[in-house]
């Protein structure tokens, strides 16, 4: 495994593709310290609950922990009230939205080897 530094932080657009063994790889990066998130349980997803009464999208920002979902609460005075949910449950509401069967996506995955 190799390790990275952790690369400018662009709040929002830490969906990227990674190259790992020759495979682009989605992989999400902390909004806070910059780093590829590797344990989905302790992190979040987070959002501007404004969306909620102006029915506009919302960015999201990605944080590792706790830690970091508070510093990136801190770089964004701008949000009133922010809303977050675990990172395990973003998987879920995507694959709903896409609609995908997490279980075949899964096998598919075993099958390329990652
Ligand atoms: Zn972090």
């Given at each position: 495994m190799q390790t990275r530094q952790p690369q400018s932080v662009v709040p929002g657009a830490n969906l990227r593709i990674r190259i790992l063994e020759g495979r682009a790889c989605p992989v999400i990066l902390c909004d806070?310290?910059?780093?590829?998130?590797?344990?989905?349980?302790p992190g979040h997803y987070m959002y501007d609950m404004d969306c909620f009464s102006t029915e506009n999208d919302s960015r999201i920002s990605f944080a590792c922990n706790q830690e970091c979902s508070d510093r990136v609460e801190g770089q964004h005075p701008e949000v009133k009230v922010w809303g977050w949910m675990n990172l395990k449950n973003l998987l879920a509401y995507l694959a709903t939205s896409l609609n995908v069967n997490v279980g075949d996506v899964q096998r598919s995955i075993a099958e390329w080897g990652l």
């Open positions: 806070a310290c910059g780093r590829e998130i590797r344990n989905g349980m």
